[in-house]
């Protein structure tokens, strides 16, 4: 009831949730209150959640905030939150994001704009929350739920909370089922929590991992108990930075942070070793191919036959090119396009299998560096602290939008884990976060380490 107080006093200036579930939330409230009296509570047990409007939720709102999707309540919940539901969490409703998680500022969705609960010290600025999960870090940084879930595809888990002051992490592909998802790129897509702490994280991912037989992709590995994890020594660990990180144009205080997070590790008891990972400065071009190639196969399904919004035509084709044209915002409409572009014939060695055999030197340096014994890698999560509302426009300069996920679109390249915590704050008082990537499902190192952090 708190937090539904609470949404209903905020949700109108930060436009988080798209639809809220007071119903229901009091409904699953009351059910796990009588499993508790009975003794038998899950590891979640009351727990009020909001989940990003990607994952599938059965009988409500379920539409990837585009409009193509206009009406579309699921008959199945995606594997994720029925693991969170299992283990007694309750949902609070569906979180505003990118259309189809394509974004860097949540101002793509079709439900406007998310605005960031944090402002610059002395400035009435609205500024973003980061996308394409900024539903998810805005509520989770304004007390509008207990946690979130959230994706990332290139950085959208770990870019808003960077954002926002809080926690996520994306696991190790495979580490959880994409089954329920809505697909935007299905060889780099991977669900995680964004939450106030790394402890608060490391129990939603327990929660939300596991093997499923619906996601061939998913992985028959034992999900630790990250929460165990937390407070152990850091001695004899070795975390890497790697030297392309430090790119052009960095503000200096972006530095100052990296080197305060060097410095408590280094106290923590972790040695410090420098090393390269040459190809990063092609992750970017590379997943801007590889990325918007998946998407414009992934939404060929919306048709104005099977889901949502249906725009009536002459005949088929027609009703098609209606549906469509009405139905998806502007970049989604571009990613289709380069999509299309780069898988066409004539183009499709230049430049898809090129971005396919990048992204393997791209995984190799990880490769090379944790074979030489680095247990992870610290870097910047982003390369600025949340711009204003409209200040970086897609329309005009889509290229700036993307250098948002310089840091973070190399660990989905490489399908490694990563997570984004708070180090601080910058010269405007705005919260600033570090990255630490790991060796694949390998998550229990990063939390350990993020912990010292925070
Ligand atoms: N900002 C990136 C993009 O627009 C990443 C999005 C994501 O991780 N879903 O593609």
Not at 386 to 412: C, H, Q, R, W
Request: aromatic content about 8%.
């Amino acid at each position: 009831e708190a937090y539904i107080s609470a949404i209903e006093a905020a949700n109108e200036k930060l436009n988080a949730y798209i639809k809220v579930t007071p119903e229901k939330a009091l409904q699953m409230a009351e059910a796990s209150d009588a499993r508790l009296a009975g003794g038998k509570g899950g590891e979640l047990e009351g727990i009020p959640l909001g989940i990003k409007d990607l994952f599938a939720t059965e009988g409500i709102h379920t539409q990837a905030c585009s409009h193509i999707l206009d009406g579309f309540k699921p008959h199945y919940e995606s594997t994720v939150t029925q693991n969170l539901w299992d283990d007694g969490a309750v949902m609070l409703g569906k979180l505003n994001m990118d259309e189809f998680a394509m974004g860097s500022s949540n101002e793509t969705s079709y439900y406007g704009a998310v605005i960031n609960p944090w402002r610059s010290a002395g400035s009435n600025q609205q500024l973003v929350p980061g996308g394409s999960s900024g539903g998810s870090a805005a509520a989770v940084a304004a007390h509008l739920c207990a946690g979130a879930t959230a994706t990332d595809t290139g950085g959208s888990i770990r870019q808003p909370a960077a954002f926002t002051g809080t926690v996520g992490i994306k696991p190790t592909y495979g580490r959880c089922s994409r089954w329920g998802t809505v697909a935007f790129a299905s060889s780099l897509d991977q669900a995680g929590p964004i939450a106030r702490d790394v402890r608060d994280a490391a129990i939603l991912l327990k929660s939300m991992a596991s093997v499923d037989p619906k996601d061939t992709t998913s992985v028959d590995l034992p999900v630790p108990d990250y929460e165990a994890v937390l407070g152990q020594s850091l001695k004899g660990m070795k975390i890497g930075i790697p030297n392309e990180y430090r790119v052009d144009g960095m503000p200096d205080e972006i530095e100052t942070l990296w080197q305060q997070g060097i410095a408590w590790l280094k106290d923590a008891g972790a040695e410090i070793v420098n090393i390269s990972l040459p190809h990063t400065k092609y992750a970017l071009p590379a997943y801007y191919i590889v990325a918007p190639a998946e998407a414009s196969s992934n939404l060929a399904r919306y048709d104005g036959v099977r889901y949502g919004l249906r725009v009536d035509g002459k005949d088929i084709v027609d009703m098609y090119e209606k549906t469509r044209a009405a139905g998806f915002g502007k970049e989604v409409k571009r990613r289709i396009m380069i999509g299309t572009y780069v898988l066409s014939a004539g183009y499709y060695d230049a430049y898809y299998i090129k971005a396919q055999k990048v992204r393997t030197l791209i995984k190799r340096d990880f490769e090379l560096a944790f074979n030489a014994g680095v247990d992870a890698i610290l870097t910047p999560a982003t390369p600025s602290s949340a711009f204003g509302v409209a200040d970086e426009n897609l329309a005009s300069d889509p290229v700036k939008m993307y250098l948002n996920d310089i840091f973070t679109v190399t660990v989905n390249m490489a399908g490694l884990p990563g997570i984004a915590v708070p180090a601080g704050l910058d010269h405007k008082g705005l919260p600033l976060g570090l990255q630490l990537i790991g060796k694949p499902f390998d998550e229990e190192t990063l939390f350990k380490t993020a912990h010292v952090i925070e």
